[in-house]
């Protein structure tokens, strides 16, 4: 993890590709800003790029992210609603268990 634990294999895998990821969202960002500035519809052509590349960061997030029950320890995903509205921190997320109902905070499986 980034606070110096442990990291199996794996993890490094997930975390390198969620790097690279928002790594060229904000490329994008910065370039397509710069390029646009001074476009007279470049702000709504900027917004629209933004929101793109953020749906499409919480749908490649939501399809391979699983959540553990904090209560009966069944894995679930959510949708891409859900995981963008989701309050969360860096491996967890405060979601209602379709099991058993548990409100709380489940951890991501890495």
């Known amino acids: 993890n980034i606070f110096g634990g442990v990291v199996m294999k794996e993890d490094k895998k997930i975390d390198f590709k969620t790097l690279i990821s928002i790594g060229v969202y904000a490329v994008i960002l910065i370039v397509s800003g710069y390029l646009l500035q001074d476009m007279k519809n470049g702000i709504g052509i900027f917004v629209s790029i933004a929101l793109i590349g953020l749906i ?55």
């Open 56 to 110: 499409l960061l919480v749908v490649m997030h939501s399809r391979r992210a699983v959540y553990t029950c904090i209560e009966c320890k069944k894995e679930f995903k959510i949708s891409p609603v859900i995981d963008l509205i989701s309050p969360h921190n860096v491996d967890k997320k405060y979601l209602k268990c379709p099991y058993c109902g548990k409100r709380g905070w489940h951890r991501e499986k890495r």
